[in-house]
């Protein structure tokens, strides 16, 4: 089966099954980038759980209109991951973040500015447009939300649910999640050189569960990841649930 190229449609509704001409940037990259031909298969979603199915048509020079063939909704996920990494201090590591968080299933970004970040915020518009070419990759249908807040005290004031911290600090190996991770589970990731006395202060006031990533000091998009991964397997949000089986002597 050939590769179906994906495009984002943020208008997608019953009445599209009449045919829609795809966005200027979609089309663009259909007809210019992908080099797609008339009557060729596409997928469309709109970031809120449709996606379209139907076959594309060039329309002038730069105009794409498709031909809508199935509509599907799919239901939200039941898992909500808030990813809350601290501000860094290079755009790249933050555009990482929000690539693989995003195809990994991540609802929602939540950064802050720790007070060891240098800078304030930058990039912010290059978001949207990366969460949308992770969910073309990945066949996500829902696009994650944003949100950024002036200091962790901010940020944890606005999640509703259980709230992890990635701790270097943190001896513990196991841990059960408490049932309020169905509902909501945060995960606070601190800034390069770690939390300032100030911020573990902040999260001794919060009712927050120190998590472990191992030995390892991690740099902050890896932490960043491996803690969203930890959270969506255990919430079974990643397919298979991995835990070792009991030890037995031979």
Not at 53 to 68: D, E, N, P, S, Y
Not at 132 to 152: A, I, M, T, W
Not at 199 to 213: K, M
Not at 222 to 232: E, F, K, Q, W
Request: some cysteine; overall charge neutral; proline content about 6%.
């Amino acid at each position: 089966m050939s590769h179906l190229h994906r495009f984002f449609q943020p208008d997608l509704s019953p009445q599209s099954a009449t045919g829609l001409y795809l966005t200027e940037d979609e089309a663009h990259h259909a007809l210019s980038v992908a080099r797609l031909r008339d009557g060729e298969q596409v997928a469309l979603f709109d970031g809120k759980g449709t996606e379209a199915l139907g076959t594309i048509f060039r329309h002038g020079k730069r105009q794409a209109r498709v031909l809508v063939e199935e509509l599907r909704r799919e239901a939200p996920p039941v898992t909500n991951v808030i990813l809350a990494p601290a501000w860094l201090h290079r755009d790249k590591p933050m555009e990482e973040i929000i690539r693989r968080g995003t195809e990994l299933g991540v609802s929602r970004f939540a950064f802050w500015r720790a007070l060891r970040s240098q800078r304030p915020v930058s990039a912010q518009d290059k978001w949207h447009r990366l969460a949308v070419e992770s969910c073309k990759q990945s066949g996500r249908l829902y696009l994650p939300s944003f949100d950024f807040f002036d200091d962790l005290p901010s940020a944890l004031n606005s999640f509703d649910g259980c709230v992890l911290v990635a701790d270097a600090l943190s001896a513990s190996s196991q841990m059960a999640l408490p049932a309020s991770a169905r509902k909501s589970c945060a995960l606070i990731i601190g800034p390069e050189g770690d939390f300032a006395d100030e911020e573990r202060g902040a999260l001794r006031d919060h009712t927050v569960f120190p998590v472990s990533l191992g030995r390892q000091i991690l740099r902050t998009e890896v932490a960043s990841v491996a803690m969203a991964t930890l959270a969506l397997n255990a919430l079974g949000g990643l397919g298979t649930r991995l835990s070792p089986s009991p030890d037995t002597e031979g």
